[in-house]
Nanobody
C-alpha cells in the first residue's frame, strides 16, 4: 500500500523560505494531478497549489508569486517551494497525488494523501 511521506516543514520567521517535499513510499503509477493543500486551526482545508501531468500549475491567490510547485515524474515526487512566508501561511500542509495504487489488496485510482507537515511562520 502506498504512503506519501512529507518533509521540509518547520518553524520559520516571516520573510523566510521553506521547501516541502512529498514522495511515495510504495508503488504508485498512472499519476495525474499532484498538489499541496493546507489547513489552519478552525479553517477548512484549502488548495494551495496543483500541477497536472502536463505541467499546468494553479495557485491560490494568497500564495501566487511566492510559492512554486514542481514535480519529478521519475521519482513521483512533488515539491512546494515557499518564499516570502507570512504568518497567515501557518498551517498543516498536506500533499496529494492522484494515481493508481494498492488499496486493501486492490489496485484503485484515488487521491492519496500525506500525513501532513506543520509549517509555522512566526517571529
Amino acid at each position: 500500500q502506498v504512503q506519501l511521506v512529507e518533509s521540509g516543514g518547520g518553524l520559520v520567521q516571516p520573510g523566510g523560505s521553506l521547501r516541502l517535499s512529498c514522495a511515495p513510499s510504495g508503488s504508485i503509477f498512472s499519476i495525474n494531478e499532484m498538489g499541496w493543500y493546507r489547513q489552519a486551526p478552525g479553517k477548512q482545508r484549502e488548495s494551495v497549489a496543483t500541477i497536472t501531468s502536463g505541467g499546468i500549475t494553479n495557485y491560490a491567490d494568497s500564495v501566487k508569486g511566492r510559492f512554486t510547485i514542481s514535480r519529478d515524474n521519475v521519482k513521483n515526487t512533488v515539491y512546494l517551494q515557499m518564499n516570502s512566508l507570512k504568518p497567515e501561511d501557518t498551517a498543516v500542509y498536506y500533499c496529494n497525488i492522484n494515481g493508481v495504487a494498492l488499496h486493501r489488496g486492490t489496485y484503485r485510482r484515488s487521491n492519496y494523501w500525506g500525513q501532513g507537515t506543520q509549517v509555522t511562520v512566526s517571529s
